[in-house]
C-alpha cells in the first residue's frame, strides 16, 4: 500500500527552527509538496520538490532525497503565525496525489 | 481577482437529506477536486475531474455525487446514502494534474442532524 508518515504534533520556540519530517512509501515518485494549513481554513502551497536537494524560500526551506523516501520543512526564525498543521503530499507513478495526515505545529512564546 | 469560491462556509442538514455543496474557480484551470477532511486527519479525495464533463471517483465516492457541466463550477452532492457525512469539504483547483500547485477554497462545513 502507499503510505506517508509525519509526525503527528511538534512544539516549538518562537524565534527557533523546526524541522518536520515526512517519509513517504509509495508506488513511484513524480514529486513532493508541503502546504501550510491554519485551523478551519483552506491548505495553502508552500513548497514542491521533484528533484533531490534543498529548495529555499524565505524562512521556509524543503528538502527531498529519493533514494531515502523522505524529506523536511525546515521552518526558521519562527513566528507565532506559523502555529498551523503541516501536510505533505506525494504524487506518485500514476499522477495521484497521496495526502498525509499532517503534523500539527504549536509555537510557545 | 482570481480564486476559488465555496459556499456556504457553515451548512446544517437533517439526516436523510440531500445536500450539495457548491465550487466555483476563475482561474481558468482544466482540474477541479473535491478533498473531505476529518479532525486530526489528512486530506481524502471524494472526485476529480481534469476536464469538461467528465470526472472520476476519488478513494472515498460512495455516497457522493459530482458534476462537471462548467470548466468554472464542480458542485459536490453529499446523498443520504453517505454513512458519515458530517465533515470539513474542501474543493482545490490546478492548471493541470497532480504535479501541478492545487489552490483550495475556503471550506465547507457541513453538520448533519
Known amino acids: 500500500g502507499q503510505n506517508i508518515d509525519q509526525p503527528t504534533e511538534m512544539t516549538a520556540t518562537e524565534g527557533a527552527i523546526v524541522q518536520i519530517n515526512c517519509t513517504y512509501q509509495t508506488s513511484g515518485f513524480n514529486g513532493l509538496f508541503w502546504y501550510q494549513q491554519h485551523a478551519g481554513e483552506a491548505p495553502t502551497f508552500l513548497s514542491y520538490n521533484v528533484l533531490d536537494g534543498l529548495e529555499e524560500k524565505g524562512r521556509f526551506s524543503s528538502f527531498l532525497s529519493r533514494s531515502k523516501g523522505y524529506s523536511y520543512l525546515l521552518l526558521k526564525e519562527l513566528q507565532m503565525k506559523d502555529s498551523a498543521s503541516y501536510l505533505c503530499a506525494v504524487v506518485d507513478s500514476n499522477y495521484q496525489l497521496i495526502w498525509g495526515a499532517g503534523t500539527k505545529l504549536i509555537i510557545k512564546p | 481577482d482570481g480564486g476559488i469560491t465555496q459556499s456556504p462556509k457553515y451548512l446544517f442538514r437533517k439526516e436523510g437529506q440531500n445536500v450539495t455543496l457548491s465550487c466555483e474557480q476563475n482561474?481558468?484551470?482544466?482540474?477541479m477536486y473535491w478533498y473531505r477532511q476529518d479532525p486530526g486527519q489528512g486530506l481524502r479525495l471524494i472526485y476529480y475531474?481534469?476536464?469538461?464533463?467528465?470526472?472520476q471517483k476519488g478513494d472515498i465516492a460512495e455516497g457522493y455525487s459530482v458534476s462537471r457541466e462548467k470548466k468554472e463550477s464542480f458542485p459536490l452532492t453529499v446523498t443520504s446514502a453517505q454513512k458519515n457525512p458530517t465533515a470539513f469539504y474542501l474543493c482545490?483547483?490546478?492548471?493541470?494534474?497532480?504535479?501541478?500547485?492545487?489552490?483550495f477554497g475556503p471550506g465547507t462545513r457541513l453538520t448533519v442532524l
Open positions: 475531474s481534469q476536464i469538461v464533463n467528465d470526472f
Open positions: 482561474l481558468n484551470h482544466d482540474a
Open positions: 482545490a483547483s490546478s492548471k493541470g494534474g497532480a504535479s501541478d500547485e492545487q489552490f
